[in-house]
T-cell receptor, first 114, second 113 residues
């Protein structure tokens, strides 16, 4: 079946360090991936996305890497700040009629220590 | 531009009752999806609407239903509430017709007693 998982439920980093959050997916047909950030009491907030025809995409302080060979996705956050503390979800979508149906991983809680 | 708006923010119901949740998408977005979020199951897809038609449906019982109006606003209804329906219900809207980048509201926290 389809599943998207994250390797670690919790990641603790020092302020200013770089953070790497990992995600493994099982559906090789998935061709679109998104990272979301969810703060307490809020809905998931879009961070960055990547299509399967790419292996890297950069945003502001964030980079997403996609390795289709091992079905692995990662989110890198540069110079992590206290405001980055949240739960991070990866999500996948396979085309072909699965409109709106993102499959989410269980989430990684990022804790930033001052 | 206003984001996705969900009302009410909190709801407390008792078993057997029914509930209706409302969602107003981002202006110009025609697709609305609903998700259920619980600590145990995470985020799970309920259904998706586009131009007043349900295009996709998740694996939830028939007690969960939804609809979309001509102005793209959407409602979801849960009938005969069960304790296990307690969850955060999230609505997301999308601009793209193939519904990729979803923008979420803050959700409705439903507690069933």
């Amino acid at each position: 079946g389809e599943s998207v998982g994250l390797h670690l439920p919790t990641l603790s980093v020092q302020e200013g360090d770089n953070s790497i959050i990992n995600c493994a997916y099982s559906n090789s047909a998935s061709d679109y991936f998104i990272w979301y950030k969810q703060e307490s009491g809020k809905g998931p907030q879009f961070i960055i996305d990547i299509r399967s025809n790419m292996d890297k995409r950069q945003g502001q302080r964030v980079t997403v890497l996609l390795n289709k060979t091992v079905k692995h996705l990662s989110l890198q956050i540069a110079a992590t700040q206290p405001g980055d503390s949240a739960v991070y979800f990866c999500a996948e979508l396979s085309q072909g009629g699965n409109t709106g149906k993102l499959i989410f991983g269980q989430g990684t809680t990022l804790q930033v220590k001052p | 531009k206003a984001g996705v708006t969900q009302t009410p923010r909190y709801l407390i119901k008792t078993r057997g009752q029914q509930v209706t949740l409302s969602c107003s998408p981002i202006s110009g977005h025609r697709s609305v999806s609903w998700y259920q979020q619980t600590p145990g199951q995470g985020l799970q897809f309920l259904f998706e609407y586009f131009s007043e038609t349900q295009r996709n449906k998740g694996n939830f019982p028939g007690r969960f239903s939804g609809r979309q109006f001509s102005n793209s606003r959407s409602e979801m209804n849960v009938s005969t509430l069960e304790l296990g329906d307690s969850a955060l219900y999230l609505c997301a809207s999308s601009l793209a017709t193939d519904n990729e980048k979803l923008f979420f509201g803050s959700g409705t926290q439903l507690s069933v007693l």
